[in-house]
């Protein structure tokens, strides 16, 4: 599976921004993961077919995830942006259990400033 996300880039705080991910094919789950600057990957928010989301406690009420199942993509609609949200953010995509597969796109940097 490959993954290609797009829509990274430079706000301010309190702005919006909008992250996609194509899957070249339908996979189980599919979400967002980020790393900072001398910090360990950390999940953002996944989604899977079955209808299931979660999300890093940190985000809730402030990010979304979804997914157009048609397309094989995954958003995620940041509002309320924090500088501490300021990361690589990285596209993952999971099959099924329970022979898990995990795939991982290229990072798009999210820069927010105070």
């Known amino acids: 599976v490959q993954l290609q996300a797009s829509g990274g880039g430079s706000v301010q705080a309190g702005q919006s921004l909008r992250l996609s991910c194509v899957a070249s094919?339908?996979?189980?789950?599919m979400g967002w993961y980020r790393q900072a600057p001398g910090e360990q990957r950390e999940l953002v928010a996944i989604?899977?077919?079955?209808?299931?989301?979660d999300y890093q406690s940190s985000v809730k009420g402030r990010f979304t995830i979804s997914r157009d199942y048609a397309k094989n993509m995954v958003y995620l609609q940041m509002n309320g942006l924090k500088p501490e949200d300021t990361a690589v953010y990285y596209c993952?995509?999971?099959?099924?259990?329970?022979?898990?597969?995990?795939?991982w796109g290229k990072g798009t940097l999210v820069t927010v400033s105070s």
């Open positions: 989604s899977n077919t079955a209808g299931i989301t």
């Open positions: 993952n995509a999971r099959t099924r259990p329970p022979v898990e597969y995990v795939y």
């Open positions: 094919e339908s996979v189980f789950t």
